[in-house]
């Protein structure tokens, strides 16, 4: 089977002719509609679209396994209560073809990530994602899986601290300031309440606008309960200029731990990751290494 051009070393084989063949093999109702490859910001999952409708998403990676079948089973329940458009899941399929994981057929959704089609009107977007954050918290998470992003700021703290070292070195940062803004964030009081959940990956390529607003909010691979802090994100991956109207409001406390503590953490991640390979974050992946770059040089603002 030949493959379209690989974005990891471990991924999959991958094309048309597989995914034509998968549809055809378990979804025969669908055989002869358009079958065309969708360019993506999103590195774990490759995109097919099937017909105007609908499109195929098939993990690129072996450890991508489960993704499909946690959205099939929560998304459907969480969307009816979110402001904003998410995937609508449609069919699962099976491994096939010499293909061994499973995978998912879903809505088409419109749009471009807001990498490629920035958001225009950031302060009427900050409130879109505020309202969106604020109902999906509220949705009852009980039996909800724990986030990756969930947990306290300082379960991270060694690598955290082994990465400024490494930005430091090479200039991407200054490490002193750097390491005060963390030892500050591990100092500030933590999320005490009931897990909620949260999106988790939040970074511009997980965002899709139309004409320069906001529509839809898309990779639910982080979704998860605990602490929604890292949700925030936005406020710094998105809105790059210091504007308080486009920054949701929240406790000053909390709105400094988020700022210092939620970000650092995928951001430096992130970034370490584009310098050191094979040490990647897969939330950071997703958004591709330059929301970790711009977060990462953020940090010794403080």
Do not use: C
């Amino acid at each position: 089977m030949s493959s379209t051009a690989k974005m990891h070393a471990d991924e999959l084989d991958i094309d048309a002719t597989l995914v034509r063949g998968l549809i055809s093999d378990q979804f025969p109702r669908w055989t002869g509609l358009p079958i065309r490859k969708v360019d993506s910001a999103g590195t774990d999952n490759a995109m097919y679209r099937l017909g105007e409708d609908m499109v195929v998403r098939l993990p690129r990676l072996p450890g991508g396994a489960h993704q499909v079948g946690f959205e099939q089973r929560w998304l459907p329940r969480l969307a009816p209560h979110l402001p904003l458009a998410v995937p609508e899941p449609v069919a699962k399929g099976e491994p096939g073809r010499g293909y061994a994981l499973p995978w998912g057929v879903y809505r088409w959704l419109d749009g471009d990530n807001a990498y490629d089609a920035p958001i225009s009107e950031l302060a009427a977007a900050a409130v879109e994602l505020g309202r969106f954050v604020a109902a999906l918290r509220r949705v009852d998470a009980t039996g909800g899986p724990a986030s990756f992003r969930g947990g306290h700021v300082g379960s991270d703290d060694a690598y955290i601290r082994a990465a400024i070292l490494d930005l430091g070195a090479d200039g991407t940062l200054d490490a002193d300031r750097a390491t005060a803004a963390w030892q500050d964030a591990l100092q500030l009081p933590q999320w005490d309440r009931e897990p909620v959940w949260l999106h988790a990956d939040l970074l511009p390529g997980n965002l899709l606008t139309e004409d320069g607003r906001l529509t839809a909010v898309i990779d639910f691979g982080g979704l998860g309960v605990g602490d929604p802090a890292a949700d925030m994100l936005p406020a710094w991956t998105l809105v790059r200029r210091r504007d308080p109207r486009a920054v949701p409001r929240g406790r000053r406390g909390r709105r400094r731990h988020v700022g210092q503590g939620a970000r650092m953490g995928p951001a430096l991640r992130g970034e370490r990751g584009a310098l050191l390979p094979g040490r990647e974050e897969s939330g950071a992946r997703r958004g591709g290494a330059t929301g970790g770059f711009h977060s990462a040089h953020g940090v010794a603002e403080y």
